[in-house]
C-alpha cells in the first residue's frame, strides 16, 4: 500500500503528471497492489494523453480511498519531499544545488528538529542560484554543513510512511 500512498503524494507534489497516472495505476496493478480498488483498475485503463486531469485526479481519489489510504495533505506532501531529497543527496543521486533546488523555501509545520535544521540550511541561500557566487570555501562548508543535516534526515526513526519517501 506504501506504493499507492507513494503514488499520492508524487502526485500532490507535481511529481507525477495527469497523463503519468494510468501508466502508474496499471504499474501499481502489475505489482500486486490495489486489485481491490475498482476506481484503481478503471484509472489504469485510460489512455491518459488527452483525458481531463480533473477525472484522473478523481480516479485517483477514489482508488485511495477504496484502498483505506489517505489523501496526502500539504505538509505530508512537504515532508515527503524533504525526505525523498535528503535520501538521494546523502546516497549521491543529486548534488547539493540540485537539492537546494528541491527544497529551497520548503517550510511547513509539523517538521522534526532534523527536518527544520536541513530547512535552515537551505534557507541560508537567498535563491537557489547564489549558491554559484560563494566563495569557494564558504560553499564547501555549507554543503558539508547541508549533507549533515541530510544525513540526520535519513537517520530518523521509521514511521508509517518512510518506506514510501523513496520510491522514484
Known sequence: MNDAFTLAWQYTAGLVHPEGLPMA??????????????????????????EPSAELTELLWQAMAELGLPVPD???VRRCVLHRTAARLTS????????VVRLWHLGGSNATAAEERLVEVVDQLCCPDCLDGWAPGTQQTWEQELRAAAVA????????LTASWYRD
Not at 534526515?153 to 508509517?160: I, R, S
Open 25 to 50: 495505476a496499471a504499474e501499481l496493478l502489475a505489482a500486486g497492489v490495489g486489485e481491490e480498488s475498482p476506481a484503481l483498475c478503471e484509472l489504469a485503463g485510460r489512455r491518459g494523453r488527452g
Open 74 to 76: 500539504d505538509d505530508l
Open 92 to 99: 549521491g543521486e543529486i548534488t547539493p544545488g540540485e537539492a
Open 153 to 160: 534526515v535519513t537517520a530518523e526513526p521509521d514511521h508509517e
